[in-house]
């Protein structure tokens, strides 16, 4: 297969100095504990070298992405200049009625976030891929996609006409010709977003656990479609209020070592 290579800007590049993040937190277990979240997750970096994977590309911000990934391919998606929400939905490729499912996902592992060891659930309960590796710590299964709607309603009626990911992940799924549409959108993934739970168990947009060059890494347990809507969002810090682009990076099935991936 072709590797599609793409650069970011100049302009992007430097916009990357002012556009960083703490990283996770350095909160003590005892006060995360107090707060209900989750002790920090321990890092897991990759093996898998950039220079051999079978494709790469630049999602410029804002844009949509979609591609089909093969089972045992290894999907990373790089969070480039730091604090960039990336909106994720995963498709059986074969019979796209069975497709990531929120409540399964977090039900099977007994936890609204995802990090390493994670496994990402389909309607039909089965496995549809395993985060292998994870440089963030931290993602979010419940904020959902930001839309025409809910900017108007969060935000001001001025917004409304705001792009949106909801309209990315549209356009996409009309450009790949199979049929689906707004029905076929269910509660999608937030890879690199921080959305904590507050103790009266609302929900809050706060700053990026991320930071530039973080990323996060998924084996495929069957053949997905992956759809991807790099968040426009300006609205609140989910993107440091100022959207860049981040890389995805695809591997064929690489020979797991089991000492070196302490994952399912």
């Known amino acids: 297969m072709t590797t599609t290579m793409a650069t970011t800007s100049s302009a992007t590049t430097a916009a990357a100095s002012s556009k960083s993040s703490p990283g996770p937190s350095t909160t003590g277990a005892a006060e995360l504990a107090r707060r209900g979240e989750p002790s920090p997750p321990a890092l897991q970096e ?4 950039p220079a051999e994977a079978l494709y790469s590309e630049v999602i410029p911000a804002g844009n949509g992405w979609s591609r ?3 089972a045992g391919q290894v999907l990373r998606i790089v969070d480039l200049e730091g604090n960039q929400a ?5 498709f059986n490729a ?5 497709r990531y499912s929120a409540p399964d996902t977090i039900t099977a592992q007994k936890n609204i976030y995802l990090t390493t060891g994670s496994v990402l659930m389909s309607t039909e309960g089965r496995p549809m891929l395993t985060i292998v590796a994870d440089t963030c710590g931290r993602h979010d299964t419940l904020g959902g996609a930001c839309s025409a709607e809910s900017n108007q309603v969060r935000y001001a009626l001025e917004k409304k006409y705001m792009h949106s990911c909801r309209d990315s992940f549209l356009l996409e799924l009309g450009r790949l010709g199979r049929g ?3 029905r076929d959108l269910p509660s999608n993934i937030n ?12 929900l809050s947009f706060a700053d990026g656990l991320s930071a530039p060059g973080r990323y996060v890494e998924m084996r495929a347990e069957m053949n997905v479609l992956a759809l991807i809507s790099n968040c426009p969002q300006l609205n609140n810090p989910c993107n440091g209020y100022h959207p860049t682009p981040v890389r995805v990076l695809i ?7 089991s000492t070196t991936w302490d994952v399912p």
């Not at 990336?86 to 995963?90: E, I, N, P, S």
């Not at 890879?191 to 609302?202: A, C, Y």
């Not at 591997?251 to 070592?257: F, I, K, R, S």
């Open 46 to 49: 990759s093996t898998l070298d």
């Open 68 to 70: 089909e990934i093969l």
């Open 86 to 90: 990336v909106d994720t939905l995963f």
């Open 94 to 98: 074969a019979a796209t009625d069975e």
């Open 180 to 182: 689906m549409g707004k």
């Open 191 to 202: 890879f690199f977003m921080n959305v904590p739970v507050t103790p009266e168990g609302g």
């Open 251 to 257: 591997w064929d099935a690489p020979a797991w070592d």
